[in-house]
């Protein structure tokens, strides 16, 4: 099993800042997809971000596009740690993230289905 823990989430106004962290631990992959997804009220859960995660691959990542230029996926290996830093935030952005693993080979996975565990997610409140 893979157990995530998210942390970092918070109220915050319009244009500004916050980082998500999803510390990781249990059972280790030779390689492994790391993504955040987030869930507004009412709505479906919906890709964020997802960076590769392994030691011999090169890093690969994929941004949903309405975060493209604003948000920044990154991951600590020694930490076991991935991180989300969310700039220029909209009230839009308000939401559940959740931190996911996925053990898909694909260098892009953005779908729910991909990802085979959770975090218990982080709220984020964007205020205009």
């Known amino acids: 099993q893979v157990q995530l823990v998210e942390s970092g989430g918070g109220l915050v106004q319009a244009g500004g800042s916050l980082r998500l962290s999803c510390a990781r631990s249990?059972?280790?992959?030779?390689?492994?997809?790391m993504g955040w997804f987030r869930q507004a009220p009412g709505k479906e859960r919906e890709f964020v971000a997802m960076i590769s995660w392994s030691i011999s691959w090169s890093v690969s990542t994929s941004y949903a596009d309405s975060v493209k230029g604003r948000f920044a996926i990154s991951r600590d290996n020694a930490k076991n740690t991935v991180y989300l830093q969310m700039n220029s935030l909209k009230p839009e952005d308000t939401a559940v993230y959740y931190c996911?693993?996925?053990?898909?080979?694909?260098?892009?996975?953005?779908?729910?289905?991909?990802?085979?565990?959770w975090g218990q997610g982080t709220q984020v409140t964007v205020s205009s």
């Open positions: 249990g059972r280790t992959f030779s390689r492994y997809v």
């Open positions: 996911a693993a996925s053990r898909s080979g694909s260098d892009v996975v953005t779908t729910t289905f991909e990802y085979d565990y």
